[in-house]
Antibody
Framework: QVQLVESGGGVVQPGRSLRLSCAAS????????MHWLRQAPGKGLEWVAV????????YYADSVKGRFTISRDDSKNTVYLQMNSLRAEDTAVYYC??????????????WGRGTLVSVSS | QSVLTQPPSASETPGQRVTISCSGS????????VNWYQHLPGTAPKLLIY???QRPSGVPDRFSGSKSGTSASLAISGLRSEDEGDYYC???????????FGGGTKLTVL
């Protein structure tokens, strides 16, 4: 079955860290760029980060640059999002998604159901 | 505030046609292609339309997309109750150097 399953969300205090995982199945994971996106309560979707299919490039939204790190382990068909120095405004449902298209026309053709991250003291 | 502007809600009766608009600027919709996503309650978001008007395999032809200038539209014909959910437009933004989204439109099938 072609799917993405996120895990690792939870409640965390401001300033602390959390690592999200996204397990892929049903497709050749190593041939796709992978993305993280998020949706804060009552807000729209926001793109967070991307890692190239071969891990050679990583890009981040300005809102998370320097605090979040995306990585992948093709042996485990898993993409990760290491989130450090978390802030209240990072509270959101985090989705991983499979990327298609070229660099200025990314679109996301497979999504997970998301994992909730709540940053609160 | 989202970079792309969508109406917060839309509604129509079963069998009818509804159109959802998405307004942007020259740095996003005006110079790049538009994609649309459907997010039904309790499910993962789903790609509906890519590259302005292309449907992925498995998406019914009841769904269609178009773009003109700095605006885009998603049309859904033959509305069904299972179409109820949130719909988002997205496009690359040259100034922000990343994909941007609309705030979403909640579709109600009356």
């Amino acid at each position: 079955q072609v799917q993405l399953v996120e895990s690792g969300g939870g409640v965390v205090q401001p300033g602390r860290s959390l690592r999200l995982s996204c397990a892929a199945s049903g497709f050749t994971f190593s041939t796709f760029g992978m993305h993280w996106l998020r949706q804060a309560p009552g807000k729209g979707l926001e793109w967070v980060a991307v890692i190239w299919y071969d891990g050679s490039n990583k890009y981040y939204a300005d809102s998370v640059k320097g605090r979040f790190t995306i990585s992948r382990d093709d042996s485990k068909n898993t993409v990760y999002l290491q989130m450090n120095s978390l802030r209240a405004e990072d509270t959101a449902v985090y989705y991983c998604a499979r990327g298609r298209g070229d660099h200025t026309n990314w679109y996301f053709d497979l999504w997970g159901r998301g994992t909730l991250v709540s940053v609160s003291s | 505030q989202s970079v792309l502007t969508q109406p917060p809600s839309a509604s129509e009766t079963p069998g009818q046609r509804v159109t959802i608009s998405c307004s942007g600027s020259s740095s996003n919709i005006g110079s790049n292609t538009v994609n649309w996503y459907q997010h039904l309650p309790g499910t993962a978001p789903k790609l509906l339309i890519y590259s302005n008007d292309q449907r992925p395999s498995g998406v019914p032809d009841r769904f269609s997309g178009s773009k003109s200038g700095t605006s885009a539209s998603l049309a859904i014909s033959g509305l069904r109750s299972e179409d109820e959910g949130d719909y988002y437009c997205a496009a690359w933004d040259d100034g922000l150097n990343g994909p941007v989204f609309g705030g979403g439109t909640k579709l109600t099938v009356l």
